[in-house]
């Protein structure tokens, strides 16, 4: 096994790997940014190296820093969390060229996934189901116009290189559409330095479905059931949970089948996701794949059983994963994980600052992921994320109950947070009774 990985990333998703890293008697090294010094993951790893100043571009995005802090520290690997550097084919190119190992896919296949049109290509040559669209980028506007005609309104035209929600516009009706190319390809530009657009039939009221999978090197290749992802503010997601109150053993059978389909197609290693819409009337399209570990990774966790980081560990090590051939992965009970944000819960508005006060939720079937400590000051740079808090139950009604105990015990003083929005979701009908989708939100902040 790896002696030192270096973790190319801040807060509570550095302090999982580290957690990771620990149980398999790997030696960690931090870095961080100047405004990071007292940030948990610092506190926890072995060693530690500041590359830069505070803002993400001066540090966490640095690459010469960070590879700089790998070579000095003599790390053997680099693990890069998600966001920043994490699906940057040419940074896990130079991890390679300077002889580590970068914990995750092959560049070849973050470029592929990377760019959604030819991601959307490979998925329709794979025959794994997607929405009506474009073949490829589209040309013109002209294209764009006789396209959506085809496939009818109301249309999404997405950034080619997009993520993260941006350059992503809708288009209701033929008059709409030349307005919508127009604002899309300059945020696309802008955001991602790349104007190419493609288009697809947007759904009204679709769920957001995702399948967390598992590739080796011996060509092994798993998928560990599902994660619903539909409660979302501004395509951000606040609440997951699996097993979905959408699926039953059929057509999730069928969509796990798509998923070893889709990672099949993108020639995947490492630990990955496939996105899917899923439409009321029980079919479902591939949206997209994220090449990293994911946010919400502890829900699959609960539900199996299994370490996804220590899996990714051991696969970026050359290993196999150490999942039993014989013994089928079969997730057990119902979790819940609510995005506790330091954010005002009814503006949204950030809320930096003091953490004056701190008392974590506990017993049974409550896990916190957390870099947080009481006296920790938040900084304004990076996002939000303050905690997640994950939640078992042996049944989806368990889950629920113990959600709102853990959740009303918690407190976070000196800063808002979006606890007080998790219980107001808690008390909502159609959430209690599964009957969500990516609109979710919006209503219930309107009904609010
Ligand atoms: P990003 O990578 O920028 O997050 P995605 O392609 O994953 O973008 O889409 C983000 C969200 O946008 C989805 O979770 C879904 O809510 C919505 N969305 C994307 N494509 C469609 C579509 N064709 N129809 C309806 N909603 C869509």
Known sequence: MFSKVLIANRGEIAVRIIAACRELGISTVAVHSDADRDCLHVRLADQSVCIGGPYP????????????????????????????????????E?????????????????????????????????????????????????????????????????????????????????????????????????????SSLYMEKYLVNPRHIEFQVLADSSGRVVQ????????????????????????????????????????????????????????????????????????EHPVTEMVTGIDLVKEQLRIGFGEPMSLSKRRQIRPQ??????????????????????????VLPGGPGVRVDTHIYAGYRVPPFYDSLLAKVLVYGRDR???????????????????KTSIPLHLRILDDPDFTAGRIDTHFMERFLVGA
Request: glycine share 10%; net charge negative; charged share 25%.
């Open 94 to 194: 130079i991890v390679r060229d300077c002889g580590m190992v970068f914990i995750g896919p092959s560049p070849k296949a973050i470029r592929l996934m990377g760019n959604k049109s030819q991601a959307r290509t490979t998925m329709v040559e794979a025959e794994v189901p997607v929405l009506p669209g474009s073949d490829g980028p589209l040309k013109s506007k002209n294209e764009a116009l006789n396209l959506a005609k085809a496939i009818g309104y109301p249309v999404i035209l997405k950034a080619s290189s997009g993520g993260g929600g941006r350059g992503m516009r809708l288009a209701l009706a033929e008059d709409q559409l030349a307005n919508a190319f127009d604002t899309a390809r300059n945020e696309a530009e802008n955001a991602f330095g790349d």
């Open 333 to 358: 009970g119902h979790v819940f994980e609510f995005r506790v944000n330091a954010e005002d819960p009814e503006t949204f508005a950030p809320s930096p600052g003091l953490i004056e006060g701190l």
């Open 224 to 295: 560990l059931g599902e994660r619903e992802c539909s409660i979302q503010r501004r395509h951000q997601k606040l609440i997951e949970e699996s097993p979905s109150p959408a699926l039953n053993s059929d057509l999730r059978a069928e969509m796990g089948r798509a998923a070893l389909l889709a990672t099949r197609a993108a020639k995947y290693l490492n630990a990955g996701t496939i996105e899917f819409l899923l439409n009321g009337d029980g079919s479902f399209t591939f949206m997209e794949m994220n090449t990293r570990i994911q946010v």
């Open 57 to 92: 571009a001066d540090s966490y995005l640095n690459v010469s820093g960070v590879i700089a802090a790998a070579e000095i520290t003599g790390s053997d690997a680099i693990h890069p969390g998600y966001g920043f550097l994490a699906e940057n084919a040419h940074f896990a």
């Open 397 to 415: 009604e368990e889950a629920l109950i113990r959600s709102r105990r853990a959740l009303e015990s918690m407190r976070v003083d000196g800063i």
